[in-house]
């Protein structure tokens, strides 16, 4: 592993650290999705640093970002962009939407209806945008960062599971402690978004060479048995009536090999691993009986601590 690239990615977490005040293991996993070309979906109250990160991690790794607030009435074409009438040309043009740009945080994605959830999830899959059948590529990197509020229903569209599947992780961020809190009231900041604050620490050449660089992170056999046997394991437990699909497990072993980058190793280690797997599988899996209570998400994600408690780690 090369000193630089360590250095590099070390460089893009102290400055998203210094902004964003909060759990700074946050920081560490989105960053692991940007460098494994995930997305990643945030579940948590207003007023957390959400914007605040996912801004920082723009630009400190010298990406463009672009913010859309997702709301009852909004098209697809608000998003994805579309064909306007130039009447001075007689012609209609091309005018792309906002999702082409590097970093794009998309608020309250539930909100919006099932159509334009679906148009951005499919950009999100396929990379590119088809707009009156001309096919247009999303830019390089790229990584939706989607928010919504576990607490309201009201007005709201959920994602249906096929579409959750297409999220890398599912993160909650929490209240930060009384240090970091203290911190933001002494500094006369508020967490509305301070991550234009952020330095750029790496441009975006160097991170599409680290991203590169973590598909050739090293994965041993069994360290590979040891994965598939957690997320095949999900599929088998009576308490859980869809287990994570194929597509759960190659996303965790993408994650696992950027972690095992983040962390200045060119291979894979059990712990890799271990420490993805609640937040790359709990939004893959369905509760065998769900409570519809809100607290659902944490009971997936302790039966995904539980199984992953119970395979035998490989030495």
């Known amino acids: 592993m090369a000193a630089s690239s360590t250095g590099a990615l070390h460089r893009i977490k102290a400055e998203v650290d210094s902004v964003f005040r909060g759990n700074p293991e946050i920081v560490r996993l989105a960053l692991v999705a940007l460098l494994a070309r995930g997305h990643l979906l945030i579940e948590d109250v207003p007023g957390v640093g959400k914007t605040t990160l996912a801004h920082a991690l723009a630009a400190a790794s010298g990406l463009r970002f672009r913010r859309v607030q997702f709301t009852s009435d909004l098209l697809p074409s608000d998003v994805l962009g579309g064909s306007v009438y130039n009447p001075q040309t007689s012609s209609f043009e091309t005018h792309p939407g906002p999702v082409f740009t590097n970093v794009l945080l998309v608020d309250e994605i539930n909100r919006a209806p099932p159509r334009t959830q679906s148009g951005l999830l499919q950009a999100m899959e396929e990379r590119q945008v088809s707009i009156d059948g001309e096919t247009l590529a999303l830019p390089d990197?790229?990584?939706?960062?989607?928010?919504?509020?576990?607490?309201?229903?009201?007005?709201?569209?959920?994602?249906?599971?096929?579409q959750l599947d297409r999220f890398l992780m599912r993160l909650t961020i929490g209240y930060p402690d009384a240090d970091a809190e203290r911190e933001i009231l002494e500094a006369g900041h508020d967490l509305n978004d301070r991550g234009s604050d952020a330095r750029t620490v790496v441009h975006e050449g160097d991170l599409l060479t680290l991203q590169s660089q973590v598909r050739?992170?090293?994965?041993?056999?069994?360290v590979l048995d040891y994965l598939l046997t957690i997320c095949r394991a999900t599929r088998d437990d009576d308490r859980l009536r869809v287990g994570a699909s194929p597509r759960g497990s190659v996303g965790l072993l993408h994650a696992a090999r950027a972690h095992a980058l983040l962390d200045g190793r060119d291979f894979v280690v059990p712990a890799d691993v271990l420490a993805l797997a609640e937040p790359c599988l709990t939004h893959r899996v369905v509760l065998a009986a769900p409570s519809g209570a809100g607290d659902d998400h944490e009971r997936a994600a302790r039966i995904i601590r539980e199984i992953a408690a119970t395979v035998v780690v490989p030495v």
């Not at 576990?150 to 994602?159: A, D, R, V, W």
């Not at 050739?216 to 069994?222: I, L, Y």
Request: hydrophobic share 30%.
């Open 141 to 162: 990197p790229f990584l939706v960062v989607a928010t919504q509020n576990p607490f309201e229903h009201h007005g709201t569209y959920p994602l249906p599971e096929s």
């Open 216 to 222: 050739g992170t090293h994965v041993d056999s069994d």
